[in-house]
């Protein structure tokens, strides 16, 4: 007789699409996969995008957006939220509205608070950053933003790592649980600074000389909550984040005449490529 496999953890991703395949909900989708969680959708925006850029965007009604995730609560579930590409406010609204409900209940809610694109182009519009502030950071249980996201979001620029924790008080003050200032466009190491305001946790990683770095943020969110999913604390979330999330850049790859994609599948191919008896010095299903 043979029993059924038990249902992996439950993560829904609410973002926009990107065409080539490196960021967004398909960035999203492979990083589920790849650490061992069931993803599911709910699309915001259609976007005509490759390696060189963003040639268009065209967002979805707020009213699909709200039936896509109702659609999967109610008949599924999710064991974590992860949020991208918004753009407009009433989608910010909308599904800030949704997440207030899931996050009483005790659904773990990342917020990627993207403001643009790898290519500078813009994928949250101006008026719609306000609504992020008063509406969707105070459902999040984690905010991921980058530095030019910090100063959106704030107005405190970081030039160097001694200026991280200030960012970071900025950000818990607009109400998330945690947040997790990304210092990727410093200099040096890579260095994240993880903080509740109580509990501080420096985060470094060498930097890889690869400018493949497409989807980096998206990644990296979509491994946090896929983590908090299976049941991991936020810190050991995003350590485990970190680590995939470093492989991945240290992987990326040349695809068209632009930046590609971090490697979702580096893992994998790693141990493909391995000697039989080799073991994987990290384990994608295990936190």
Not at 11 to 26: K, P
Not at 233 to 257: E, H, N, S, W
Request: hydrophobic share 50%.
């Amino acid at each position: 007789m043979v029993l059924p496999a038990e249902s992996p953890p439950r993560v829904l991703t609410i973002a926009g699409s990107d065409s080539g395949g490196g960021a967004g909900i398909q960035a999203d989708l492979k990083t589920m996969v790849a650490l061992g969680v069931h993803g599911m959708s709910a699309l915001t925006a259609v976007t005509a995008q490759n390696s060189l850029g963003v040639h268009g965007v065209w967002d979805l009604p707020a009213e699909a957006v709200v039936a896509q995730i109702r659609a999967v609560v109610n008949d599924i579930g999710v064991d974590a939220v992860k949020t991208g590409m918004l753009s407009s406010p009433r989608i910010v609204a909308a599904v800030a509205a949704e997440l207030a409900d899931l996050a009483d209940g005790g659904v773990a809610v990342v917020v990627d608070p993207v403001g643009v694109s790898k290519h500078g182009d813009p994928l949250l519009a101006p008026e719609a950053v306000d609504t992020v502030r008063t509406r969707l950071l105070p459902v999040a249980t984690v905010v991921t933003p980058n530095l030019d996201e910090v100063k959106l979001l704030t107005g405190v620029a970081v030039h160097d790592e001694d200026d991280m924790p200030a960012a970071a008080r900025a950000v818990l003050a607009l109400g998330p649980r945690w947040v997790l200032v990304k210092g990727g466009h410093l200099r040096g190491d890579a260095v994240d600074l993880l903080t509740d305001g109580r509990q501080t946790v420096l985060l470094r990683a060498p930097r890889h000389d690869n400018r493949h770095t497409h989807g980096t943020g998206c990644t990296l969110a979509s491994a946090v909550a896929s983590f908090l999913a299976r049941g991991s604390d936020v810190p050991d979330a995003v350590r485990a984040a970190k680590a995939y999330v470093t492989g991945a850049v240290a992987a990326g790859f040349a695809l068209g005449a632009g930046i590609g994609p971090v490697d979702h599948a580096w893992s994998w191919r790693n141990a493909a490529s391995a000697p039989p008896a080799a073991a994987m010095p990290w384990s994608p299903c295990r936190p």
